[in-house]
């Protein structure tokens, strides 16, 4: 970066950038460092570009990526797009022990409803669930995750897509991990709830109950243990 632009980026973006509602409440007090190759101001239509290499840290907020385009309006951000390849964001939500990380190629940031929408080859980490899609919204006042279109099978589906990171059992059930979507899907009665937590544990339920399902001379079965165990019956 050219020296006499690293100041004048550090001023701008540190009045333009918020904090998130739900980040680390000290992130906001902390400095914010930005790196860019590039910057393009235009005070007048209240758009600032910064290409190459773009780094924006404050406290554990981490963005990268190719390129930023703010666009501001009486000096207060409305809105901004990132992108990369991919493009990155990372924060501690307040509360958590653990960061959000997502990338994209292409990151939306909306002031006004608090929200980043991740578009093309979208992924999510969060509390240990991965979400991947080619749309995700993250609202981050509510450090809430909806994967896909926003139907409720896309936004299922990403729940199986974390719940199949899970660490695997040492078991080997009639439906493996790869197909507990569809056979959920396919199988079971369908849920929607404005709680996406209740939806999650509700999924859940579903996806561990497959875990369970075997094949035995006497047809299929669901087992009470997972593992084999001396004091069960007939098929365990």
């Known amino acids: ?27 906001r007090q902390q400095p914010m460092h930005i790196e860019a190759d ?25 963005l990268t990526g190719d390129e930023l385009t703010v666009h501001t ?11 990369g390849n991919p493009a990155t964001y990372r924060q501690r939500p307040d509360g958590k022990d653990r960061d959000v990380e997502a990338q994209s190629l292409r990151m939306e940031y909306y002031a006004g409803e608090d929200q980043i929408i ?17 749309r995700i919204i993250y609202d981050i006042a509510r450090d809430h995750v909806n994967a896909g279109t926003g139907a409720p099978g896309d936004r299922v589906r990403g729940y199986f897509a974390g719940f199949n990171a899970f ?51 006497a047809g ?7 593992r084999p165990v001396r004091h069960a019956t007939d098929y365990n």
Request: contains cysteine; negative net charge; aromatic residues 12%.
């Open 38 to 62: 590039h910057a393009d101001l235009d005070d007048q239509k209240g758009v600032s570009v910064y290409r190459g290499n773009v780094v924006i840290t404050q406290g554990t907020l981490r």
């Open 167 to 217: 660490p695997g059992e040492p078991v080997e059930s009639h439906i493996p991990d790869e197909q507990s979507f569809e056979w959920v899907m396919d199988l079971c009665p369908r849920f929607e709830c404005p709680d996406a937590w209740v939806e999650r544990v509700f999924y859940y339920r579903w996806w561990s109950l497959r875990k369970h399902l075997r094949k035995s001379p």
């Open 73 to 83: 309006r009486d000096g207060d951000i409305t809105k901004a797009f990132s992108t």
């Open 118 to 134: 991740l578009l093309q080859k979208a992924e999510v980490k969060q509390a240990g669930d991965t979400f991947r899609s080619e």
């Open 220 to 226: 299929f079965i669901f087992t009470e243990f997972l």
């Open 1 to 27: 970066m050219h020296p006499s632009i690293a100041p004048l980026l550090l001023l701008l973006l540190t009045a333009f950038l918020p904090a998130p509602a739900a980040a680390l409440s000290s992130d």
